[in-house]
């Protein structure tokens, strides 16, 4: 037990309490409410007892200043939830909207119940009528679809369900772990051509809908409660779901596909995960690109008798699998000085705690930098990067895929001007093709990505001065791969 004397409390800027702030996501998965400042519309971030910080897009008017009192107004479609002043005590310019924080005045906000009167609020209209309306909104086709999806799933379940009942001691332990091995890879043979065609059908019926928002919404919301319950046994598409660290595809879900090793306490969740990685494959096949690069690109250095170190900079790093691989060679030819980014502090520990070793053994001036940056500071490339020096090698995959193309070129030409004469930017996105990975990661998943073909990813190399610009699908098919190249003249 701790005395008084052992409770320390805060310290530096924490002893200034602040009251508990809830992201206003994690409140109001379903339907944010609507909010207005000083009747102006504004999309809700956050909230606590006190106060809110919301954010809009940049307007010509003339925004409220820091001290200024406006009304703030919370609806949804049952009414107001919530009315009163506050005093802005921030407001901040980002890269395409204004963020404004304020604290109430004369009020506080009942969280609690705004939850609960909003979330009511959402009951009421769906059961408006019955829910019938929500499966009318679904195309026939893909109800037809689903079922076979269904079936699939559950006629292996109870087959191989039978066989473990059958195969396993009182304990339920396998008499002959070698009988269970040949039973998997029997079922895995059989399932995945299974799998891959209903994959595909199911793209072929989503894809062409995809301009539409409430015929995407009512297929979403069809799919999550008919088909994704039925693979969440699979590790895998449970972690890509549920989104444990509040985003997909987290470092933990990349290391799935890394490892590629069977997870689950079953042969049916065994089963269900490896189809998921099958999904997955491209997300190792792209991280191989970019590991034979930088192996190429060092290569071509050393051969060039050039000791300087290859820069290389890694932007939405995660758990860096391509740099531990190149590392864990018995002996790279030259140095590389490599700068791991993202906003993950767990990611970036993990990479650091394998990378760092291995680039240590190999004692020959080679070093590791990371830098932690928040999501907003990562398409400020400019500023965040502004002490690094010229890279030769810089490479973004997995993360453009959340962006519009007016973003992403400008984060490249951010990225293109910190390169070195010579050096190339390395982008990847997965690929608009009929085979993509559309349907699983957004339907089943929750996954909302931007699918690309080969032109827009040249277009992410618009208007860059002197650029060599390449672009090359991963094996898959399933990814491109975009690679700009800085002439020496530029």
């Given at each position: 037990?701790?005395?008084?004397?052992?409770?320390?409390?805060a310290?530096?800027k924490?002893?200034?309490?602040?009251?508990?702030?809830?992201?206003?996501?994690?409140?109001f998965?379903?339907?944010?409410?609507?909010?207005?400042?000083?009747?102006?519309?504004?999309?809700?971030?956050?909230?606590?007892?006190?106060?809110?910080?919301a954010?809009a897009?940049?307007?010509?008017?003339?925004?409220p200043?820091?001290?200024?009192?406006?009304?703030?107004?919370?609806?949804?479609?049952?009414?107001?939830?919530f009315s009163g002043?506050g005093?802005?005590?921030?407001?901040?310019?980002?890269?395409l909207?204004?963020?404004?924080?304020?604290?109430?005045?004369?009020?506080?906000?009942?969280i609690?119940?705004?939850?609960?009167?909003?979330?009511?609020?959402?009951?009421?209209?769906?059961?408006?009528?019955?829910?019938?309306?929500?499966l009318?909104?679904?195309?026939?086709?893909?109800?037809?679809f689903?079922?076979?999806?269904?079936?699939?799933?559950?006629?292996?379940?109870t087959?191989?369900?039978?066989?473990?009942t059958?195969?396993?001691?009182r304990?339920?332990?396998?008499?002959?772990?070698?009988?269970?091995q040949?039973?998997?890879?029997?079922a895995?043979?059989?399932?995945?051509?299974?799998?891959r065609?209903?994959?595909?059908?199911?793209?072929?019926?989503?894809r062409?809908?995809?301009?539409?928002?409430?015929?995407?919404?009512?297929?979403?919301?069809?799919?999550?409660?008919?088909?994704?319950?039925?693979?969440?046994?699979?590790a895998?598409?449970?972690?890509?779901?549920?989104?444990?660290?509040?985003?997909?595809?987290d470092?933990e879900?990349?290391?799935?596909?890394?490892?590629?090793?069977?997870?689950?306490g079953?042969?049916?969740?065994?089963?269900?995960?490896?189809?998921?990685?099958?999904?997955?494959?491209c997300?190792?096949?792209?991280?191989v690109?970019v590991?034979?690069?930088i192996?190429?690109?060092?290569?071509?250095?050393?051969?060039?008798?050039?000791?300087?170190?290859?820069?290389?900079?890694s932007?939405?790093?995660?758990?860096?699998?391509?740099?531990?691989?190149y590392?864990?060679v018995?002996?790279?030819?030259?140095?590389?000085?490599?700068?791991?980014?993202d906003?993950?502090?767990?990611?970036?520990?993990?990479a650091y705690?394998?990378a760092?070793?291995?680039?240590?053994?190999h004692?020959n001036?080679?070093?590791?930098?990371c830098?932690?940056?928040?999501?907003?500071?990562?398409m400020?490339?400019g500023?965040?990067f502004?002490?690094?020096p010229?890279?030769?090698?810089?490479y973004?995959?997995?993360?453009?895929?959340?962006?519009?193309?007016?973003?992403i070129?400008?984060?490249v030409?951010?990225?293109?001007?910190?390169?070195?004469?010579?050096?190339?930017v390395?982008?990847?996105?997965?690929?608009?093709v009929?085979?993509?990975?559309?349907?699983?990661?957004?339907?089943?998943?929750?996954?909302?990505?931007?699918?690309?073909?080969e032109?827009?990813?040249a277009?992410?190399?618009a208007?860059?001065?002197g650029?060599?610009?390449?672009?090359?699908p991963?094996?898959?098919?399933?990814?491109?791969?975009?690679?700009?190249t800085?002439?020496?003249?530029?």
């Open positions: 037990m701790k005395t008084y004397e052992n409770l320390t409390g310290a530096g924490e002893i200034f309490y602040r009251a508990e702030r809830f992201r206003a996501r994690d409140l998965p379903r339907a944010l409410p609507r909010v207005l400042i000083g009747g102006r519309p504004h999309h809700l971030e956050n909230l606590s007892i006190s106060g809110i910080a954010s897009a940049r307007a010509n008017s003339a925004i200043l820091p001290g200024d009192e406006v009304q703030v107004v919370l609806e949804d479609d049952s009414g107001m939830l002043r005093h802005l005590r921030r407001v901040e310019d980002r890269s909207d204004t963020l404004v924080a304020l604290s109430f005045k004369g009020t506080s906000l009942d609690a119940g705004l939850v609960n009167r909003h979330s009511e609020t959402l009951i009421q209209r769906e059961l408006n009528g019955g829910l019938s309306h929500a009318d909104e679904v195309p026939e086709d893909y109800r037809r689903s079922a076979d999806v269904v079936h699939l799933l559950r006629a292996y379940r087959t191989l369900t039978k066989f473990e059958a195969a396993s001691d304990d339920g332990a396998f008499v002959d772990p070698a009988r269970f040949a039973i998997y890879h029997a895995e043979e059989r399932m995945l051509p299974e799998w065609k209903l994959w595909h059908e199911g793209n072929a019926i989503v062409p809908l995809m301009g539409s928002s409430h015929a995407v919404a009512s297929i979403k919301a069809f799919t999550e409660r008919v088909l994704t319950p039925e693979f969440m046994g699979g895998i598409w449970n972690r890509s779901y549920r989104k444990p660290l509040g985003y997909p595809g470092f879900m990349m290391n799935y596909v890394y490892e590629w090793q069977l997870r689950g079953t042969v049916f969740e065994k089963l269900v995960h490896r189809i998921g990685l099958d999904v997955a494959e997300i190792a096949t792209r991280m690109m590991q034979q690069y192996a190429e690109a060092v290569a071509q250095r050393a051969a060039a008798q050039n000791r300087v170190p290859l820069r290389v900079l932007l939405g790093c995660g758990p860096a699998q391509e740099i531990y691989n590392l864990s018995r002996k790279i030819p030259g140095p590389v000085s490599v700068t791991l980014v906003q993950d502090r767990d990611a970036i520990n993990c705690r394998r760092y070793p291995l680039m240590m053994k004692d001036g080679s070093s590791l930098h830098l932690q940056v928040s999501f907003i500071d990562l400020k490339a500023r965040a502004a002490t690094l010229a890279q030769d090698l810089i973004s995959v997995g993360l453009v895929d959340y962006l519009s193309m007016r973003r070129q400008g984060l030409r951010s990225l293109y001007d910190k390169l070195a004469p010579g050096g190339t390395v982008i990847g996105n997965m690929a608009d009929p085979g993509s990975n559309l349907w699983p990661m957004e339907f089943l998943c929750d996954w909302t990505l931007h699918y690309r073909t032109e827009q990813m277009e992410m190399a208007g860059l001065n650029a060599i610009v390449e672009v090359r991963d094996p898959t098919g399933r990814v491109f791969m975009v690679y700009i800085k002439t020496k003249a530029a």
